[in-house]
Every structure is written in structure tokens, then in C-alpha cells.
């Protein structure tokens, strides 16, 4: 069955860095956009950037220039290289994948940034 298992959150400083890993299984990686989603308490989901299967990638406004997604189909991972942290980017990171018509989201790794 399709599995999403998320790692690499933790803490950061104002303007550190971190990169989160979505580790893919139980379907064809290669032929599917990716997403990642973050949810900050008391706020709804937001979708923060995603990649095609031809690697085309977009991003929120508010991540644009510090967050860069990539992904690599050997590894059936995607990433979510986070530059320039701020305390406003302090959430629950999900990766998220549409297919088939179904919604599937992995467990969602915590990001905190805060001095």
C-alpha cells in the first residue's frame, strides 16, 4: 500500500536551515507530482510547494526564494531543502501525494524555529 514517512524536522534559529526527506513506497514515485503541506496551530493546511514527474516545481509566496523542493526517483524521495527559516515557518510539515483519485499524507514531521 502507498506509504509517506517524513524525517528531518527538529529545531532551527531564525535564518537556519533545514531539509526534510518523504520517503515513498507502494507506488510508481517517478509518475506522480509531490507536495508538501504545512499546518501551523490553530491554522489551516497550507500547501508550500510541489514537483511533477517531469520535475516542474511551484511554490507559496511566502517560501519562494528560501524553500527549494526537489526529488529523487532511485531514492522514491522527495525533499524540502528550507533556507532562511523564520518563526512563521514553525509547523507540522506533511508530504502530500493525489492519486487515483485518492488523497494520501504521510505522519508530518515538526519544524520549530525560534532562538
Known amino acids: 500500500q502507498v506509504q509517506l514517512v517524513e524525517s528531518g524536522g527538529g529545531l532551527a534559529q531564525p535564518g537556519g536551515s533545514l531539509r526534510l526527506s518523504c520517503a515513498a513506497s507502494?507506488?510508481?514515485?517517478?509518475?506522480?507530482?509531490m507536495s508538501w503541506v504545512r499546518q501551523a496551530p490553530g491554522k489551516q493546511r497550507e500547501l508550500v510547494a510541489f514537483?511533477?514527474?517531469?520535475?516542474?516545481?511551484g511554490y507559496a509566496d511566502s517560501v519562494k526564494g528560501r524553500f527549494a523542493i526537489s526529488r529523487d526517483n532511485a531514492k522514491k524521495t522527495a525533499y524540502l531543502q528550507m533556507n532562511g527559516l523564520k518563526p512563521e515557518d514553525t509547523a507540522v510539515y506533511y508530504c502530500?501525494?493525489?492519486?487515483?483519485?485518492?488523497?494520501?499524507w504521510g505522519q508530518g514531521t515538526q519544524v520549530t524555529v525560534s532562538s
Open positions: 502530500h501525494l493525489r492519486r487515483l483519485g485518492d488523497e494520501y
Open positions: 507502494g507506488f510508481t514515485f517517478s509518475s506522480y507530482y
Open positions: 514537483i511533477t514527474s517531469g520535475d516542474s516545481t
